[in-house]
């Protein structure tokens, strides 16, 4: 039987407010596998998925190295950015409006534990989303997220990820570009690899935008298959 996975997709919210929503899931369910296991019950554990567009915002993981944002506060300021040192893995990120944010807080004692398997399935996920658009990403070795042409001077990235884990439980998640200014990447070091170019979908298909809309659903349809997975839309925030 597959498990239920709730979807809410946020539109274009302020990063902070996202970021407190998926600590209240994801505290919750912390909270309840608790209680489970203190009182000796069975109550089931709720997955959720939220999509979501931000506002122009740097993050930078725990373990990230601050040098790899080139800019001060006041050059970010003229952007029109913010920036967090958030709780995550990995080290900088950009999000920003024509990229789909998607955030899972599932519990993987529903699925399976083992993180790297998460996050192998999210990356497979996005590669069978971007072959349905014809383009043949890859994993790079070492490298969290996905890539086109890997292995060559011309590698670069198209979606960027980075999670956190408790109890198994998930939150942060990947960023694909789909209609991305690429300018901002200018600013910074993505994820602090140097000499390595990042891309957005609509750039690599020579489309003037991406349906967005359309991309979010072949996402689901892959997150569905490749967690045995049924997503169910959920209205309330």
Same mark, same amino acid.
């Given at each position: 039987? =597959?498990?239920?996975?709730?979807?809410?997709?946020?539109?274009? &919210?302020?990063? $902070?407010?996202?970021?407190?929503?998926?600590?209240?899931? !994801? &505290? %919750?369910?912390?909270?309840?596998?608790?209680? =489970?296991?203190?009182?000796?019950?069975? /109550?089931?554990?709720?997955?959720?998925?939220? !999509?979501?567009?931000?506002?122009?915002?740097?993050?930078?993981? +725990?373990?990230?190295?601050?040098?790899?944002?080139?800019?001060?506060? &006041? #050059?970010?300021?003229? $952007?029109? #950015?913010?920036?967090? $040192?958030?709780?995550? @893995?990995?080290?900088?990120?950009?999000?920003?409006?024509?990229?789909?944010?998607?955030?899972?807080?599932?519990?993987?004692?529903? !699925?399976?534990?083992?993180?790297? $398997?998460?996050?192998?399935?999210?990356?497979?996920?996005?590669?069978?989303?971007?072959?349905?658009? @014809?383009?043949?990403?890859?994993?790079?070795?070492? %490298?969290?997220?996905?890539?086109?042409?890997?292995?060559?001077? !011309?590698?670069?990235?198209?979606?960027?990820?980075?999670?956190?884990?408790?109890?198994?439980?998930?939150?942060? *998640?990947?960023?694909?570009?789909?209609?991305?200014?690429?300018?901002?990447?200018?600013?910074?070091?993505?994820?602090?690899?140097? *000499?390595? #170019?990042?891309?957005?979908?609509?750039? %690599?298909?020579?489309?003037?935008?991406?349906?967005?809309?359309?991309? +979010?659903?072949? /996402?689901?349809?892959?997150?569905?298959?490749?967690?045995?997975?049924?997503? +169910?839309? +959920?209205?309330? #925030?």
């Amino acid at each position: 039987m =597959n498990k239920i996975v709730q979807l809410q997709d946020l539109g274009h &919210k302020d990063y $902070k407010e996202t970021w407190d929503y998926q600590e209240q899931l !994801f &505290k %919750e369910t912390l909270d309840l596998k608790i209680r =489970n296991r203190r009182e000796e019950l069975a /109550l089931e554990t709720p997955n959720h998925f939220l !999509f979501v567009e931000h506002p122009h915002v740097y993050t930078l993981g +725990k373990s990230g190295d601050i040098s790899n944002l080139l800019v001060d506060e &006041k #050059a970010l300021e003229e $952007k029109g #950015a913010q920036f967090y $040192k958030i709780n995550r @893995g990995g080290d900088i990120t950009y999000h920003g409006p024509g990229q789909i944010v998607g955030y899972p807080i599932i519990d993987l004692d529903n !699925f399976f534990t083992d993180i790297h $398997k998460y996050l192998r399935l999210l990356e497979e996920m996005v590669i069978l989303t971007l072959a349905d658009y @014809g383009l043949k990403a890859e994993r790079s070795k070492g %490298e969290t997220g996905v890539w086109l042409d890997v292995g060559t001077p !011309f590698a670069r990235k198209i979606c960027a990820m980075g999670v956190r884990a408790s109890r198994w439980v998930t939150m942060h *998640g990947f960023a694909l570009n789909v209609n991305a200014d690429l300018g901002y990447f200018d600013l910074m070091i993505p994820c602090g690899i140097k *000499g390595k #170019a990042v891309t957005s979908l609509n750039v %690599e298909l020579g489309w003037t935008e991406v349906d967005i809309a359309e991309v +979010k659903q072949k /996402l689901l349809k892959h997150f569905g298959v490749l967690f045995e997975a049924e997503i +169910k839309q +959920k209205t309330e #925030a």
